[in-house]
Every structure is written in C-alpha cells, then in structure tokens.
C-alpha cells in the first residue's frame, strides 16, 4: 500500500465518513432533481454539479487507506456502498476486499462481473487471494491459477489447502532468508537491494542448502552488531516454530506469551515455507473474540447493519428455532405439572426464578471453565477438583439464595413448607447448574468442539427444564 | 529478558507443567513420610531427596521464559503455587507478576512482604511499575518512588495518573528519537550505541529541538536507503499519532486497521513522550474480550481457577443478586395474574416460552448494535433507520414464529383464541425486545457507559416481565 495515505484516528475517519454521506446526499438530491424534471432546462447545471460532487468523493477516497475505505463501505446502506465502490479504483479493489467483513464483502463481490474481480486479485500476494477464495465464484478462482506464475501458484493451491482455524490460513509467503555462513556485511548488501522490506520485517531466517530452518537473526541485532560478524556467530537458536496444521489459537497464545511480532513456519520435515505476522493474529484474535460474541448473542456470522430485514431474519432463525424447542420442551415440563398449579398457583409465581437463577449460575460456572480450557492450564484431570469446588460453591449459593427466596416466599404466601420447598430446589437446581457447568465444557472439549460456542445455550435449557421439573416435583410430593 | 530462554508451543508447555505436577506430588509425598515419621532414622535420605525434588525444579524454572513461569503459576492450587514461587529467582519476580492474571497476582502478593516487593520492582521500567501499581501496598509504591532517580519517578507519576482504559495506559518510555537533520549514517552509529534496541523498535520518531514530532523513520527504510541520505528526506510524515488520553480502544482499532507495530505519543503541545507497541495492544485486546465475556457470564473478574469456595461466592455475588431481583419482579408480574391462570392453568405452561423468546430476540438485537457502535459505524443519528429495521424483523419473526406457537397451543390446548393471544403476545414482547435492543446500548452510550458491558442483563430483565405481562394481560382481556 502506498505509504502517502494518511492515518487517522477513529474521529476523523468518522468525519471523513460524514463528509460522503454529504456528498452522497447531496448526489442523490440533484439525481432527484434530474430524474424529476426529465432531464429538462437545467440539464446541463445539474449535470455538472452532480459530477462535481463524484469527483470530489473519488478524490476523496483516493487518499484513503484501504481499511478506512472499508470503514466507510461498512458504515453506508447498500445503495450508497455500491456508489462509493464504483468510485473506487479499480487496483484497489482487491486490498479493499480484504478489510471489509464478510457480509459487506459478499455484497460487493455480487456487484462485480468475473472481468473486474479477476482483476482485483492481480495486486495480491498467493495467502491474500486464498482469504478471498471462499467468497469467488469458481470460474475466477480458476482464471486466477491461470495468470500466476508457477510458484505462486504453488503457495495459493497451499495456502487454499489449511484449515480455517490452523496457523497455514495466517501465514504468509514473504519471509526473507539468509545462510548463515555469510557476514552481516553481506545480509546487509541483500536487504538493499530489496526496495522496500516486507511489512513486519523484525526478523529474517537463517536456512541451510536444504532450506531447513537454522536461527532466526533479528533486524535489531543485525543493525547494532559488527558488519564484519558470521550470521551463524549472531543468529537466535532458540525461537518459535509454527506448523501450519497447528492451532491457530495455539499460535496466537505464543504471539501473546512471548510478545512475537513475526514466527517462522516450517513443514514437519523442517523447511522454511512461511512465516506468520502480527498483524494476522490481531486480526485473528478479533475475529474469533466476535465469532464468540455472536455466537453467543445467538447471529451466525456478522451482520452488514443494512442488511435486508429478509437477509437478517435469516441470520437470526437457527438460534431462535432451537431456542423455541428447548423452550418448548420446558412448557411441557411445566404442561405436565398443570394439576399442581391449578391447587397452588403460587407455584406458577415462583418457578420462574428457581429456574433463572439456575441459569445464570451454570453460565458462571461454565465462562469460568471454558476460559481455563481454553488457556490450557486445566486439563480433564483436574475436572473433579474442580467439580468438587463448584458443587461447593453451588450449595453454598443454594443455601444463601435459596434461604432468602424461601424466606420470601414464605412471607409472600405464608407457608413455611413453601418456603422449604423452595430453599430446596434453588439448591439441587444450582447443583445441576454447577455439574453441567463443569461437564458440557469438558464433554464439549472431548468431542473436539469449541466449547466456548454454544455451551450456554446448552446449560440454559438444562437448567430451565431441570429447575421447573424440581420445583415442581418438590412441591408436588410434599405440599399437596 | 534472556534470550536464551526457550519458547515454547502450548503442548510443550502443558508438557512442563505436568512435570512441575509430578516433582510437587513427590515433594509432597516425601514431606509427608518426613512428617509422619516425625524425622526419624530416614531423615536423611528423604531430606536429601527431597532437595533434590527441589533443585530439579529450580533448573526448570530457571530455564523458562517468565511468561511461562506465569502460565505454571496459574494453573497450580495455591499450596503449590507458592512453594514454586518461592523457588524463582528473586531478580524475575517482577517480570514474572506482569504476566499473571489479576487474580493469582493478587495471591502472589500477599505472600511477599515490602522488602521483597520493592526488590521486584527493581528491573522493570516505570510503565511496568504502573501495571503493578494498583496490587502494591501504600508503602512499597512510596518505596520504589524514592529509589527511582528523578526522570523515572516523572515517567512512573505520568504513567500511574492515566486512566486505565486510556492509550496513557498502554504507553512506554523505550522509544528512539533522532533529529531531521542528520544523515542515516549518523542515525545507524547511534543506534550502534545500544547493546540491544528496545522490542518492537520498528521505526524510530524524528524530532525537533523542542521534542516536537516532525516524523517517523521505519527501520526497514533505514536499511535499504542510502546511508548519506538526510532523514528529513526519507522520513514517513503521515504516521498515526495518539494522545495519552485518547481511549485505548481507538488506539487499537488504528493498530488493527493500519497493522501497526508502535505508534507515537504526543502531548497535547505536540512534543513526543512515548510510544505504544503492538504487543500491548495484543494484551489489551485480549484483557478487553475477556472483561466483556466476563461480564457477560456475570463475573465480577478473571476467577482464579483454585479461589477459595468462599472467594468464588464473593465474585459472583452481585451477579446473582441482580438476578434474583429481575426475577423478583418478574415473579411479582405473574403474581398478579394469579387468579387468570387459576381459571386458565395452560398460561403458566405458555408463558415462559413468550418470555425467553422474546429475551433471545433482544440479545440478537443488542449483540448486532453494540458491535455497530463499538467499530463507530453506527452512530445516533441513524438509531431511527436501526430502529425502523429492527422492528420489520421483529415483527416478521413474531408472524413466522409467533405463528408456529399459536398453532401449536391451539393443538395442545384445542382452542383458537388461546392460539391468537400467543401469537398477539410473541409478537408485541419481539417489538419490546427490538425497541429496547436498540435504546438500551443508545442511552448507555449517550451515558458514557460501555455499551458492552450490562445491556444484555437489562433487556432480558425487560423482556422477562413484559412478556409475563403482555401475555397475561391479553389472556385475561380476551381469554377469560
């Protein structure tokens, strides 16, 4: 990317957005205008003035790095979003493509015939058209292959191959290395003759003949040591190594530990083939903690904010549906108490918290456990000191809670057998909550899923259900 | 630090922390032989392997990277944790307290007294100091002011005044400034001079005689430039410049959409006196993600995972209180209708499904408009057009969905008005739902509150009781 584009901070590119919008409006005013009046007397002023404003929008957006161009792509309804994009040079297409998320991007690429997208990947390197391939029709994807030469072609069939979530889809080709049996003098004479370094450059790699990685030399020592030094006397031995099947997460864990700003990758027999940068872990590191969020607020994938109210619904559907079921099947638990609520319709009152606080005790358990899984340093063998624990906490809770809501409802209905009925099934409730909180995490992790996704919606179902069955079957056993 | 000191993958990790496991378990095992034959004939033999245990898990320690010490530290049961703790080198506590989490720091603290404290401060810079400020007792921070010669204690006074969310925060004092109007060869000699340039040294900051910031110098360019070359002709002077009370969030918003590996800070007055690195960022970030699916699961903060019973209860109080009272009132909500469902006992079946579908189509809502506004692409003046769409799709899914459930009570209970009145309510509780999944992340914006924080508690509480009420209250308007 041209290094003349200014950097903003996040106010001005929200001015910056204001100002299009203007310019979009006022586009759509004379537009309006020429369109009402058919192209009449003040054909011509208009014409101009409608064309002042294009020119000035892509003058505009010239100037703009590709991220903020996104920014604005993002933040406008559709209509105006394939205004701007049409404005758009055509070589940057591809760096914009990129930076916008996936349902601004699906949006754009629809916008463009295979002529114009096979063009926007001609500035990209090999890893950048594979994040993109997901999102091309087929026949680009092949027209691609055919215009790179063979090597490249080579890393994207690679970089195309990795998993979604493995170090391989955020690596990147453009690792500059070294022999180690050269000066400093030397690596120096190379690296001029690069125009410009990579981006994220901190480091190159030492390889041998056979092109296994040796040492790392990092760009700090390289400026403050001797020229006349052997790379082999200056280099790292002790680094980072990624495999591209590794975890991505794993990777990402590293970066965070050790501070990385670039790690070699190397294939299982060795050799250098990638290396992974900063900046794709950030980016992973965000979008897998939005992938969580989503997840957890019930959306399948980020949501262009004008997207259709049809494409939203869509969106949203899954969630709700299995939430109907699992709501479902909690109104039949309760549908089967039906005869002890017509005798005490206190019940009917108090069930709903019994089963809520029980909720939202499991989801503390479980954000607790998953977190711990996640950063590794619980394994399944501790899960029963850690069961014993929340149990612990769980009856602990039960009795403090319980105890008060039984007190209320005792002074709300006046029945000390109520009250008792209640203190019991809030504790066996938050014991269920505290043994699923624990165990679907783990069961999760086993099953080799990601338990951070969807464990929640799991636990609720189980606490909702379980705490109308207990207090309900609580009550009819002992109250009538 | 060392850069001898090996890094690791995760499974390497865990590796070592099983062997930590393993020489605890046999300390343990040999401290309670030692005990229970109260230093009889054996002693010797034991307390010699028992030492040897202990020299074992010295050298482990010693070779490790402090990050990973940290690792070690937080996933071992307090007893534990301490008897490794006391084994690290006294000269990397300091080090070693950055990397735990809040929690175990806390405990890692306690079991220090001021001399110990003050000596652990000693390598870190004053921004480090300012990280562990907050957990340090009265005295040791006035300690560790007076031993600090005058330029730092100003560094540490700056760094512990910014707020804890601001780009203040995030700074450090390691960065390099060199003057325009020297050649590169000038700048190369100087940074000769250190041993080693600070981490993440990707650019060094040019500046004038008053510390004003004329520019920035990547070190790449440094590289592959002419060495007669002035800097004031190959400096960078369109550069991302951040306030130290800017929010830290935007800062990294700018690191993300720039892939930035440091960044200048300015003073209001425009002179340099920091800069920010991307592996802050990184921890940020993670710090943040984390903190909001805390929040989320209703903990207070990162739970130690081996916290005391009583501990977990203290963390998760207010959560559960909050809860209980939403219930509560929910509860009381129904309470009045208790006559209605005396009459008609198929509602206290019907209602809860009304209520939770109702609090996950908020949540969808909410979870959508908080990420809007958190990217900034979304601000108030559009809330009428967010509105305007959230209430299509609310009252599409409260047809479709609404639909399927009024179908199904009218099967399960054989009555057609009992079918509309669940429609009727699905769908009024889903505008409910997308009105307040709109307004509530608005008003906490407007608020200056995080939006990301709490939203998704208040609408569930809304989204409870109104669905009891509308529901109810349009059952005993036209069912009864």
Known sequence: MPQTIERKALEDLQEDLHAVQELLRRHRLVEGLVQRQKMARHELVEQLVHKQHFVELGKKLEAMHPADVAFILEALPLPDRLVVWELVRAERDGEILLEVSDAVRESLIRSMDSQELLAATEGLDADEIADLAPDLPEEVIEGVFRSLPVAEREQLRAAMSYAEDSVGALMDFEEISVREDVTLEVVTRYLRRFEELPDHTDQVFVVDREEQLRGVLPISK??????EALVRGV?????VTLYPDDKAQDAAQAFERYDLVSAAVVAPNGKLIGRVTVNAVVDFIRARSEAQQLAKGGLRETEDVFASVWQSVR?????????????????RVIG?????IEKLVALAALMPIVAGIGGNSG????TMIVRALALGQVDEGQAKQLLRKELAVAVTNGLIWGGVLGVVAYWLYDSVSLGVVMTAAMSLNLLLAAMLGVGIPILMMRLGRDPALGSSVMITA????????????LATLFLL
Not at 222 to 227: A, E, N
Not at 315 to 331: E, Q
């Open 336 to 340: 089967a108490f039906e005869g002890s």
């Open 462 to 473: 189980f606490t909702d259900s379980g705490g109308f069955l207990i207090f309900l079957g």
């Open 222 to 227: 390289l400026i403050v040591t001797d020229l």
């Open 363 to 366: 989801n503390q358990t479980i």
């Open 315 to 331: 969106n949203r559907w899954s969630w709700l549906a299995i939430n109907m079921v699992t709501a479902f099947i909690a109104s």
């Open 235 to 239: 280099m790292l031995t002790d680094y």
